[in-house]
């Protein structure tokens, strides 16, 4: 069973310029999620997906950001006209759920992309 | 809203010995659960040990056991025998279940284990 993969797992990039990030999440999971970690700090919740619907945003979640989830399987993360600010780990992680009301599962975290704005 | 507070931002302690990270919490709601995660060194984040807070009876995984007492609100995390492998940042988290789905995570409190 393959975990949560992320990629890139680095990238640099010059302030102003958009870029975007891919999760494949474990096979059978329907549910993903988006986190943001900086530095000396616990991550942050960005949004989550069930299936292919977005189903909640943080306001850390700027109209810079936008995350998809065609098809329900992979996500990606844009961020587009980059700040400084959004030098930080990127974390996405999955988890199954029974349905839109079902119990909570456990997240598993992929490796992250770690981004530097330059 | 939600908070998970970790107040020890780095602990030390000798390979074999037993280690307590303390975390505690707020909420209004009754029916949520607790997570600890062991982030290692450049590694990605994984899952330790999850209780349930319906349930009475504290978790346990191996070396590693949890203290819950909902009513202080408190969920600490016992490592026994400590190994160098447990060197990590360690992550106190919360979600409500049947709720926002989100985690709430404290600050973490960074672990080395001295050989």
């Known amino acids: 069973d393959t975990g949560v993969s992320q990629d890139p797992r680095h990238k640099i990039t010059k302030r102003g310029q958009n870029v975007t990030f891919r999760c494949d999440p474990i096979?059978?999971?329907?549910?993903l999620y988006w986190y943001r970690q900086t530095l000396g700090q616990g991550p942050e919740f960005l949004t989550y997906f069930q299936n292919e619907a977005q189903l909640e945003k943080s306001r850390l979640l700027s109209d810079r950001f936008s995350a998809e989830r065609p098809k329900g399987s992979f996500s990606t993360l844009e961020i587009q006209r980059t700040e400084q600010g959004d030098s930080a780990m990127y974390l996405c992680a999955s988890s199954l759920a029974a349905g839109l009301a079902g119990s909570t599962d456990t997240q598993y975290f992929g490796p992250g992309t770690r981004l530097t704005v330059l | 809203a939600q908070t998970v507070t970790q107040s020890q931002p780095e602990m030390s302690v000798q390979e074999a010995e037993t280690v307590t990270l303390s975390c505690t919490y707020d909420?209004?709601?009754?029916?949520?659960?607790l997570f600890w995660y062991k982030q290692p060194p450049s590694r990605q984040m994984i899952l330790v040990i999850r209780?349930?807070?319906?349930?009475?009876q504290n978790a346990t995984e191996n070396r590693f056991s949890v203290n819950f007492q909902k009513a202080a609100k408190s969920f600490s995390l016992k490592i026994s025998d400590s190994q160098l492998g447990d060197t990590a940042m360690y992550f106190c988290a919360f979600i409500l279940n049947f709720g926002n789905e989100k985690l709430t995570f404290g600050t973490g409190t960074r672990l080395t284990i001295i050989p």
């Open positions: 096979s059978e999971h329907n549910r």
């Open positions: 909420t209004s709601e009754s029916n949520y659960y």
């Open positions: 209780q349930e807070a319906y349930k009475q």
